[in-house]
């Protein structure tokens, strides 16, 4: 631990407080280790974004149909990757995203032809390819990104890499 890292104070009572928690200004304090805080992990492959501290993975051992790639999120307590805007997703691919196409979290399941983003979060913003979203199939309902970052329509069934965020 460095200077300047601890709370005024901290460390402190030695001997019964022999874990680490870190405050909303980053600052760390001993607590007592049977007590329960939220928390935070740090995972091998997941990439984090400084300011808001969302994380991305795209794991490679997986082409999966849409809903298995949402439980395999899941199930690492995160969602299929969001974008709110430009800056987002620049930081996904110059970090995390690799050259093939990968199941975002955008689709138009629930009204064919509105697209939303499974968080709820607003869809302001979109990086479609030209000519998409194409729904040049009935079921197009589920959107990929390419390798070069832009978006495309597919049906929800089709297997492919996937994009996870943690927030
Ligand atoms: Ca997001
Ligand atoms: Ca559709
Ligand atoms: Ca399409």
Partial sequence: MGDGMGQPYEP???GTE???SQHADRTWSTEVC???YPY???LDGWVTRPGDLHAYSSPLEAWLRRSEAAA??????AHLATFADAAELAFVTANVHVDADAWIGLDDLASEGSFAWVTGEPYA????AAGEPSADT???DCVVMQGDGQWDDRPCDSTERFLCEAD
């Fill in 12 to 14: 402190d009572y030695f």
């Fill in 40 to 42: 935070v992990c740090e």
């Fill in 125 to 128: 913003w979109a990086n479609w």
């Fill in 138 to 140: 009935p079921d197009s």
């Fill in 72 to 77: 395999a999120c899941a199930g690492a307590h």
């Fill in 34 to 36: 049977g007590d329960a």
């Fill in 18 to 20: 022999n874990c680490v």
